[in-house]
């Protein structure tokens, strides 16, 4: 996993341009901490921060390879799980390899079937090659949208970066956002619409995209969707086809050649991971599979049942821990780093985000990298086997807007007149959903409630799943932590995609497929337990911290938030809400703290960034 930035440009000369290209690769040390590397050429500059997991010496970048006629240059961040049997296809064709590294699979793989080499792929993945002979610059992103993808076309200069800070560390850059910025930040946010960067001059490849940058301009095309059809294998055929491509997927992404451990919460996703790896470990005769999980000091006295969490994780941790004998790490977040890492966590994202839900997973990343570069996470297997309430607690005929922001207008209500008067709130996310409604593939002659159960997860995996692989990327890279997501192989994605909700959702369980695909992998009782998500803090010292904290902002006349929302309104708001105001406004973790934090978080997002407004 690392941090790349490019530079093209067909009228000037690169090559005098370095303490710019640093400039830009330095913003991105976080994500690459264990080197550099910088290419320039005439018109195309590359940069790259290196955080080592597979072939330390092979695996150097740029890397450059030279053929009879041409020369190739990759930057890449990712990693390919099937790097052996792309090899071995490679080697049967008469290609030779220096080391063992994906990284010089990928390159090799472009320049044997150019933009065809998308196809061999599994993995996550964002990467630039330079073709000498064509003069032209070739990006791509992975199916799913794992690893990020930033660009920039000012002028003549095309800039492209792993993140947003990297790019506007580039002088053609500025941190202006327009009326869409503004109300990407507060419509959308903590989501933003799929290929925006929410700043002005800043769009992102969408995921399963890739462009070509060349003297005829920029050319962008989609190599990967979603298809539907029909799915005709039974329930127990399907339940086998599910096992297979999940284990296999699990035992593609234990590859490292650094310490790999899992994140355990004791719920199905979770645990699956854990059984499988600590099965492979033991087998393969390697030490005890190591396992973390994330508690909030004060839960054990302040935890209080919902129906989105029933009960607490650290319990079902031990139940894990102990049946497959990992070796556990419990780690625990007190109140004042919550609220603290609020602030590194709009840095690591470069937006405001899903505040304390971030703000967490960057104090665990940082915890776990004390002792590992590499985890697998069960993120994705929600999104993909149809997991949270809104699947299974609503009629597919209510769907209206997106089912995470059904109660938007408890935060609209809070804005200034002027806001909402330029950004129109409720017609932006109505017109936003109607557009990813039109994206979904159809199938012909569906029943009504199929297809509206199809467009649910489309929604899923288009718009809400990419905000929590921000997450997960931004959080963990900003430690020199690489998180995997097993639940988003592609192959398992498109495979569930044209499965029935009967199937999916058998003996009315949620995730009922998954659950079935995993007997015997799993204790009864952890393959049973009711979904819970990822932790939050219940204790009301943070609502408290929160409240005091977001008052002094309302009482700095300075505040760049002032001129956004209701003054008094937000002030009210502050003062009345308790540890049991139930406004989820964002997903089922989002409640009224984290609104006033999700606030605190845009003010300071637009005083570290500099944040100007050009309407």
């Known amino acids: 996993m690392c941090g790349i930035v490019g530079w093209t440009d067909f009228s000037r000369n690169l090559n005098m341009e370095t303490p710019v290209l640093e400039n830009m690769t330095n913003r991105l040390i976080p994500r690459g901490p264990d080197a550099a590397g910088y290419w320039f050429s005439e018109h195309t500059a590359f940069g790259h921060r290196r955080l080592v997991v597979v072939d330390p010496q092979g695996g150097q970048q740029p890397m450059i390879r030279r053929t009879r006629n041409n020369t190739y240059v990759l930057v890449y961040n990712g990693e390919l799980y099937n790097t052996s049997d792309v090899r071995q296809e490679l080697i049967s064709l008469g290609h030779t390899f220096e080391g063992w590294s994906d990284t010089e699979v990928l390159l090799q793989s472009y320049i044997e079937w150019g933009e065809r080499c998308l196809r061999k792929f599994n993995g996550i993945f964002a990467f630039a090659i330079w073709d000498e002979q064509k003069n032209r610059l070739f990006l791509a992103r992975d199916r799913i949208g794992v690893k990020p993808l930033f660009y920039s076309q000012r002028g003549s200069s095309f800039l492209f970066a792993s993140e947003i800070k990297a790019l506007l560390a580039h002088p053609l850059v500025s941190s202006t956002i327009n009326r869409e910025g503004l109300t990407e930040i507060f419509v959308m946010g903590p989501a933003r619409t799929p290929g925006h960067g929410v700043f002005a001059q800043i769009s992102e490849l969408k995921p399963g995209y890739s462009m070509t940058v060349d003297h005829n301009g920029i050319h962008i095309r989609q190599y990967w969707s979603l298809v539907s059809r029909p799915h005709l294998e039974s329930l127990a055929e399907t339940v086998c086809s599910v096992r297979e491509l999940v284990l296999d997927a699990i035992k593609r992404q234990l590859v490292s050649d650094v310490p790999l451990c899992t994140l ?352």
Not at 529 to 553: D, G, M, Q, V, W
Not at 561 to 588: S, V
């Open 264 to 615: 355990l919460s004791g719920g199905l996703d979770s645990s699956a991971i854990t059984a499988i790896a600590a099965n492979i470990y033991q087998k393969e005769g390697l030490e005890p599979l190591r396992t973390f999980s994330i508690d909030y000091v004060g839960n054990e006295k302040y935890f209080r049942a919902n129906e989105f969490q029933p009960n607490p994780d650290a319990p079902w941790v031990k139940i894990v821990s102990d049946a497959f004998h990992t070796k556990h790490d419990f780690m625990f977040i007190d109140t004042p780093q919550l609220v603290d890492s609020l602030f590194p966590a709009v840095l690591a994202r470069d937006l405001p985000g899903m505040t304390d839900v971030d703000s967490s997973l960057f104090l665990f990343s940082c915890e776990i990298k004390k002792q590992a570069t590499v985890a697998l996470s069960g993120e994705g297997a929600d999104e993909v086997f149809g997991g949270y309430p809104w699947f299974y607690n609503q009629e597919p005929s209510e769907l209206q807007t997106f089912p995470w922001t059904r109660r938007a207008e408890e935060r609209f209500r809070l804005y200034s007149p002027e806001l909402l008067e330029l950004i129109k709130p409720e017609k932006y996310l109505a017109e936003r959903f109607q557009e990813a409604l039109a994206e979904v593939p159809r199938l012909a002659g569906e029943a009504p409630d199929d297809a509206k159960m199809r467009e649910m997860f489309y929604l899923n995996l288009t718009r809400w799943m990419p905000t929590l692989l921000d997450r997960k990327d931004r959080m963990s890279m900003a430690t020199g932590l690489e998180l995997r997501v097993p639940y988003t192989d592609h192959r398992l994605v498109e495979y569930l995609w044209n499965i029935p909700w009967q199937q999916k959702y058998c003996q009315n369980r949620e995730k009922g497929l998954l659950r079935k695909a995993l007997a015997g992998v799993l204790p009864e009782d952890v393959l049973w337990r009711k979904k819970s998500p990822y932790p939050k803090t219940h204790n009301p010292a943070y609502l408290e911290a929160i409240r005091r904290l977001f008052l002094r902002i309302l009482d700095n006349k300075d505040s760049p938030l002032l001129p956004f929302i209701k003054k008094t309104a937000l002030q009210d708001f502050a003062q009345a809400i308790t540890p049991d105001t139930n406004i989820p406004w964002f997903g089922q973790l989002l409640n009224a703290p984290q609104l006033l934090a999700y606030f605190i978080q845009v003010d300071y997002w637009l005083m570290e960034y500099d944040v100007s407004i050009e309407l």
